[in-house]
């Protein structure tokens, strides 16, 4: 029995080494230790700059039983929280009985035994590693917490070495935005600009027929137009905001439309929005949230637009609600078309309509 759990700890342990796609390796991590512990679920969090828990990834439980839990886990209080400020291994049967414990919120599955470990990444600490409810209701043991730290310690050297290899690939992206936006710069913009002044002082000429000369206005319009578009792209490169998150990138979008109108617009986010949404799903929120936004800025005729991003345990949702005349029946539909096809790419909803209290409501649902 033994032999064959240190087994299965080795394939594991092997499993992390081959540093693919930390988020994937992360979960398969927490498969992993219920597999060798004989949990029935297993959870890793992961701390914020605050010292609560920015991501919770969790195995054992379907999408329907986590969508019931009332609260995402935050790591303040309980044993949780107790974990947080004393990062060393914890065994108990029940949780119940041990001081810290708080109990669940609405929607928990029950659990009784309780074994976590923290996650290190040399002298700090980068979250923990919980696994509840020992198959046959009874306690985790000596040889249990063994395994699942020697797991914990081979987690946090591969983080460690992907937040490595995550730093030097940002580096030389962010060298190479600058080089493009260089380029673009020296080369393009200061040769559309030299023949524009050439075009300008040829309509200066009076032997040019007057047809002639609305042309080449006409032409250096276009011109100006171009240096405009291409300089907005060389401030886009050059602007590394998106590095910060997809919090950012929305407020940062946010504040740019709030310059051009004069509606009211008010953001709100609930749960881990950088951690948790990601990949095609962060930039597909991004654009839908940006459409929704732009179409109430334009047809709504709305005094107030609110903005909802929240960050659930196996979907995100984003929600657009505005106070003007409601959605039209003979509205354009193939922005609300293209805003459906996006949700079903990850198996998600949207659906927009007038409300009761005057005004729009429009949810845009994806699984996470």
Not at 236 to 252: E, F, P
Request: with cysteine.
């Amino acid at each position: 029995m033994v032999s064959n759990r240190l087994e299965a700890l080795s394939e594991a342990v092997i499993d992390i080494a081959k540093g693919e796609d930390l988020r994937a390796s992360l979960r398969r991590l927490v498969e992993n230790a219920v597999a060798i512990s004989g949990a029935t679920y297993g959870a890793l969090g992961a701390i914020a700059k605050d010292g609560t828990l920015e991501e919770f990834t969790y195995v054992g439980m379907s999408e329907e039983t986590a969508d019931e839990i009332a609260n995402f886990p935050e790591g303040k209080q309980g044993l949780l929280g107790h974990l947080l400020k004393h990062p060393v291994a914890l065994r108990v049967n029940p949780m119940q009985s041990h001081e810290e414990s708080r109990g669940f919120p609405a929607g928990h599955p029950a659990m009784y035994s309780f074994l976590g470990v923290p996650i290190r990444i040399r002298d700090e600490i980068y979250g923990s590693l919980y696994l509840t409810e020992k198959q046959g209701g009874v306690d985790f043991t000596e040889e249990d917490e063994q395994l699942v730290t020697a797991l914990a310690s081979a987690a946090g050297v591969a983080i460690d070495n992907a937040r490595g290899l995550e730093a030097q690939h940002r580096v030389v992206v962010l060298a190479e935005r600058e080089r493009i936006a260089r380029d673009l710069h020296d080369l393009v913009i200061q040769r559309l600009f030299a023949t524009g002044l050439s075009l300008q002082a040829l309509t200066k000429d009076p032997e040019l027929p007057a047809h002639d000369v609305g042309r080449l206005r006409e032409a250096i319009d276009n011109l100006d137009s171009t240096v405009s578009q291409i300089r907005n792209s060389v401030f886009a490169l050059q602007d590394h905001s998106g590095i910060h998150g997809l919090r950012s990138r929305i407020q940062t979008e946010i504040n740019s439309l709030r310059s051009s109108t004069s509606i009211n617009i008010f953001c709100e986010f609930n749960g881990p929005i950088d951690t948790v949404i990601d990949g095609d799903v962060a930039e597909n929120v991004f654009a839908v949230l940006r459409e929704l936004l732009v179409n109430a800025i334009k047809h709504s005729q709305a005094k107030n637009v609110e903005v909802e991003v929240h960050a659930l345990l196996s979907r995100c949702e984003v929600r657009v609600f505005d106070d003007g005349v409601g959605i039209k029946e003979d509205a354009d539909k193939r922005g609300l078309f293209n805003l459906s096809k996006r949700a079903q790419q990850h198996q998600g909803s949207f659906e927009i309509c007038a409300v009761d209290r005057g005004g729009t409501q429009a949810i845009w649902i994806a699984k996470l």
